[in-house]
């Protein structure tokens, strides 16, 4: 029955309950690991033929392979919204994530899912956001996705970011000088104010720049420190038995 087997690491968080239970109305076996058993316990009952909770800190290695034995799938809920001491978010998110994701990929695991963050971004200005994305690569890396892969995806992801705020932006630019345009009284317009518009050559000019800066920012994402997250996970990942893929 190992084939319906699902861990759950962070299954008493907000999101983390609910992905408990819908996996148990799919007729899944749910391991709920946790901090605290006892929590999941006044969560979801006494443990049972379908769910069993175990007391896992995910900074344990012991803790998360026996968590993973024999499961057929996993789903990382885990998350952390303020540092205290030694619990950061690049601990969490990024260390914490990748073992998790590098040992999933070694006892082989047919599905992994990584729950992330909205808008998470290696490049945000934000520690958390940027720690999220951090992670993401690093679980991508030590599911054994090549670098090349990830650095594609980085260039395609960033180039069409930017692609879509220029044409966002030239969209807002157009509306906003026919709002001007029109609070004008005609009489008191110069000539030819009626006709001013954005022309076909300042949207290209726009759309070169989103190009070119998102191009930059894929660049700079991959030289300016995500290289290291790339081969931490393929570290990780070395023993790994074979490829499966990740989600």
């Known amino acids: 029955m190992s084939a319906r087997v699902v861990t759950v690491f962070g299954g008493t968080g907000f999101l ?3 992905v408990v239970d819908r996996l148990r109305k799919h007729d899944f076996i749910v391991r709920v690991a946790s901090r605290h058993a006892n929590r999941s316990r006044e969560l979801f009952g006494p443990d049972g033929a379908q769910l069993q909770s175990l007391e896992v800190d995910i900074h344990d ?3 998360v392979a026996d968590a993973l034995a024999g499961a057929y799938a996993a789903v990382n809920a ?3 919204y303020v540092e205290r001491g030694g619990e950061t978010f690049h601990s969490m998110h990024v260390e914490a994530a990748s073992r998790l994701a590098a040992r999933a990929q070694r006892d082989g695991l047919e599905r992994l899912v990584q729950l992330s963050g909205i808008g998470a971004d290696p490049a945000s200005p934000s ?10 690569l690093a679980v991508r890396a030590a599911m054994g996705a090549h670098a090349s892969r990830i650095a594609r995806q980085l260039l ?12 966002i932006g030239v969209g807002l630019a157009h509306f906003g000088l026919r709002a001007v345009v029109n609070a004008v009284p005609e009489s ?11 022309d076909w050559r300042s949207f290209a000019f726009a759309i070169s720049i989103a190009s070119i800066a998102g191009i930059a920012i894929g660049f700079w994402l991959l030289f300016g420190g995500s290289i290291a997250l790339f081969v931490g996970g393929l570290m990780l990942s070395r023993e790994r038995s074979g490829p499966r893929g990740y989600t």
């Open 127 to 136: 520690l958390y956001i940027r720690k999220r994305g951090e992670g993401e």
């Open 78 to 80: 885990v998350s952390l």
């Open 188 to 198: 008191a317009a110069p000539a030819g104010w009626t006709h001013v518009t954005v």
């Open 156 to 167: 395609t992801e960033t180039l069409l970011v930017c692609v879509v705020a220029g044409v």
């Open 16 to 18: 983390g309950r609910r």
């Open 61 to 63: 290695a012991h803790a």
